[in-house]
């Protein structure tokens, strides 16, 4: 059972405007959300976490957000930039425990 | 839904052993990945797989690796004389042509 589902396979997004990515997870026990940031033929790159008891957490242009009730996060991006257009993934984790649970990831294009 | 299945979660193992990282990916996938997350650092491309052969390899993956799709299903990384550097989170990744990465949930390779 994927227990991380990123829905939107692809999202399309003009340039300056905001970039909105989701993510749903199913299982309550994790404690530690990330998003990582892949481009073709490179191991995705590490972008921004969150804790589980934190709801929002900024790092200049991109701001994660968490809905433990709804189980639900997603990642924010203002202003968009031809540069940000990659594959995004969202992963979680359980501290102590030695697994992570990735989304299927959503590839982003900025259009300039 | 379907899974990427890594075993084992934990491996601990003594410097300059080898070491056999296994991966059962997604039955009708046909593009196969490793990569590895050393702790507090980005998650570095490995090697790609497709149609039994090594489509492309990182600058890592040098001759004390291998991998092998032995028996159609299951997808091994062998590290032959691993050192105290090699300890990192291992991921295996398989995707279909047209689809996103499905994940699995990591190795922690522990080498003492």
């Known amino acids: 059972d994927q227990q991380v589902k990123q829905n939107s396979p692809s999202l399309s997004v003009q340039e300056g405007r905001i970039s909105i990515l989701n993510c749903d997870y199913t299982?309550?026990?994790?404690?530690?959300f990330l998003w990582y940031k892949k481009y073709p033929a490179e191991g995705p790159t590490f972008l921004i976490s969150?804790?589980?008891?934190?709801d929002k957490n900024e790092d200049g242009r991109f701001t994660v957000f968490l809905n433990k009730s709804a189980k639900h996060l997603s990642l924010h991006i203002v202003p968009s930039q031809p540069g940000d257009s990659a594959v995004y993934f969202c992963?979680?984790?359980?501290?102590?425990?030695?697994?992570?649970?990735f989304g299927s990831g959503t590839k982003l294009n900025v259009k300039p | 839904e379907p899974e990427v299945t890594q075993t084992p979660s934990h491996q601990v193992t003594q410097m300059g052993q080898e070491v056999i990282l296994r991966c059962v990916p997604i039955?009708?996938?046909?593009?196969f990945y490793w990569y590895r997350q050393i702790l507090g650092q980005k998650v570095e491309f490995l090697v790609s797989?497709?149609?039994?052969?090594?489509?492309?390899k990182s600058e890592i993956f040098d001759d004390q690796f291998s991998v092998e799709r032995p028996d159609g299903s299951n997808f091994t990384l062998k590290i032959r004389s691993t050192k105290l550097e090699d300890s990192a989170m291992y991921f295996c990744?398989?995707?279909?042509?047209?689809?996103?990465?499905?994940f699995g949930s990591g190795t922690r390779l522990t080498v003492v």
């Open positions: 990744a398989s995707r279909e042509d047209s689809h996103g990465y499905t």
């Open positions: 299982n309550s026990m994790f404690d530690y």
């Open positions: 969150i804790s589980s008891i934190k």
């Open positions: 992963a979680a984790i359980r501290y102590n425990f030695n697994k992570f649970y």
């Open positions: 039955s009708n996938h046909l593009y």
């Open positions: 797989f497709y149609n039994n052969e090594i489509s492309e």
